[in-house]
């Protein structure tokens, strides 16, 4: 009996929070149809955004996942000074309000910035333009893989990397042989998890883009746009799109991770 209603209240509480309010999106956007759903994230603009924002995903990606990598393996191998204060550091970002973050770029690469002059003079554009909105997707997004190797690294410890070495191995080759395998699907979890969050960044790019519509309007801020702009239809039709995105990354890791079980 406690079990049966500890699994109502959990799946109740899912589909109040997350389930609800996403069946209503899928609603609002095809009420009228598919047809202007389809047309209005077709638009020149639509079509645009969703691009820039992959563009964006796709460099914030993998550059966190490299640092999240090497960020892990220096909190977990590497005893030194400071460690604490990195280890603080990388939660920062699910601390501190995107809006917060994207006020803190402004000050530094604006043209009053601590770097923006330097910057403005040799004809760099960081502020309102692509550069800045990267910047603030890797930013929000830097936790999520050095959040999932550090435990996975301290649960299978240091015996098999150092009889790696033991026999011979460089570092590169217990790391790719040993290390790697042992962690790699903390790291594609930390992947999904930085994917999302880089499709799904509103605050922090919306202060430092600009959001000039068909230049630096990423498709969360197209969702805004069209909401203030009244066009429901635009609005929840593009917000079916980012949540497909999102969807299907998670999809897809549930679906080969079978297939590596196998092996």
Known sequence: MRKLALRTVALGYL???????LSIVFWRAFEKGFGPAWSAVTTPAAMHAFQL??????IAVPANTIFGVLCAL?????PFPGKGLLNAFVDLPLALSPVVVGFALFLLYGRTGWFGSWLSSHGIRVLFAMPSMILATAFVSIPFVVREVVPVLREIGTDQEQAAETLGASQWQVFRRVTFPAIRWAVAYGVVLTTARSLGEYGAVSVVSGRLAGQTETATLYVSDRYENFDIVGAYAASVVLALMAI??????NLLRPKEGVH
């Open 53 to 58: 924002t992959l563009e964006i995903t796709a």
């Open 74 to 78: 220096l909190i977990v191998r590497h």
């Open 15 to 21: 589909a109040l929070i997350l389930l609800g309010p």
């Open 248 to 253: 299907v990354v998670l999809l897809t890791m």
